[in-house]
């Protein structure tokens, strides 16, 4: 396990350079994390062997799907290349949201939090905590597009689609980080699993058409997949990446708008609700205790 004395130098040392200030400790967080990243490979190979599983156990289902469904539904091309854009995303989701609340529950363990925050702020932390596992998200998402294309998924070349699926992937992390800093706060003060993370793991894997288009299900239940920020990260990156759209395309356009708005309602409140937890935590002498 890496202590907190190396992140703790660079933090003390980016204080004296204040223009550096929040670079600096965002680096000393990455640092860290990718060190402890390389001492556990048995766990990074199982799960990069788990996403690429599923991009293959996709490929044979696809020799069954229709396309009809998805034609209906506004997208091109074939069922497999739909689902492979489904699963990468989806799995990007869950490193998001999850990897604040482990990075939260990491720092809770080593009993380093207290110290961390003493030379930072809130928000300063709970960026650099996830920062990396970003990065290690990143890779999985890559490798889990180059695997697909392997099996005969086709996506767009179109330099304006590429972008915009840059974009939206931005946006996707943004949007589903107050989930995570969320599930972070109930996970610090009741000490244990993140029932928010494993809540709103279930709705989007029902709700947001990760693996079928939301036109199939019940008209009942669509009026709910608006609630969750991964339906319009998925219609937009869809529609890019098979369609080849770029922000300009109205239904595009739409999901960029709506992922906005959600950010800009769910950010203050899941930042408010960490900070009181934090609080609550270090006022019962609490803050070491997991």
């Known amino acids: 396990m890496v202590d907190a004395s190396g992140i703790l130098k660079i933090l003390r040392e980016a204080r004296k350079t204040r223009g550096l200030s929040l670079p600096w400790k965002i680096h000393a967080f990455i640092i860290r994390d990718f060190k402890t990243w390389l001492t556990y490979r048995l766990w990074l190979m199982l799960d990069v062997a788990g996403s690429l599983f599923n991009i293959a156990a996709y490929f044979f289902f696809s020799k069954i799907a229709t396309d009809q469904m998805l034609t209906q539904a506004g997208y091109l091309g074939g069922y497999f290349t739909f689902a492979v854009v489904g699963i990468a995303f989806q799995e990007y989701v869950s490193?998001?949201?999850?990897?604040?609340?482990?990075?939260?529950?990491?720092?809770?363990?080593?009993?380093?939090?207290?110290?961390?925050?003493?030379?930072?702020?809130?928000a300063t932390f709970l960026t650099g905590s996830s920062a990396f596992r970003f990065i290690e998200s990143t890779i999985f998402l890559i490798a889990s597009m180059a695997v697909?294309?392997?099996?005969?998924?086709?996506?767009?070349?179109?330099?304006?689609?590429?972008?915009?699926?840059?974009?939206?992937?931005?946006?996707?992390?943004?949007?589903?980080?107050?989930?995570?800093?969320?599930?972070?706060?109930?996970?610090?003060?009741?000490?244990?699993?993140?029932?928010?993370?494993?809540?709103?793991?279930?709705?989007?894997?029902?709700?947001?058409?990760?693996?079928?288009?939301?036109?199939?299900?019940?008209?009942?239940?669509?009026?709910?997949?608006?609630?969750?920020?991964?339906?319009?990260?998925?219609?937009?990156?869809?529609?890019?990446?098979?369609?080849g759209n770029n922000l300009l395309h109205p239904e595009v356009y739409s999901n960029v708008f709506y992922l906005l708005l959600y950010i800009a309602a769910a950010f203050p409140i899941s930042l408010y609700a960490f900070k009181r937890s934090f609080e609550s935590v270090r006022k019962d002498g609490e803050l070491g205790h997991y």
């Open 148 to 243: 697909g294309i392997g099996f005969g998924a086709t996506f767009t070349g179109d330099p304006a689609a590429l972008l915009s699926t840059v974009l939206i992937l931005v946006l996707l992390v943004a949007s589903h980080l107050p989930i995570g800093i969320l599930g972070a706060a109930v996970s610090m003060k009741t000490k244990l699993g993140d029932p928010v993370a494993q809540i709103f793991a279930w709705l989007t894997q029902l709700l947001s058409g990760i693996l079928y288009p939301l036109n199939i299900i019940p008209q009942w239940l669509r009026p709910f997949t608006l609630f969750t920020p991964l339906t319009y990260s998925l219609d937009a990156a869809r529609r890019c990446l098979i369609n």
């Open 95 to 122: 490193f998001s949201f999850n990897g604040v609340i482990r990075s939260i529950r990491d720092e809770q363990v080593r009993g380093t939090m207290e110290t961390v925050l003493s030379t930072t702020t809130v």
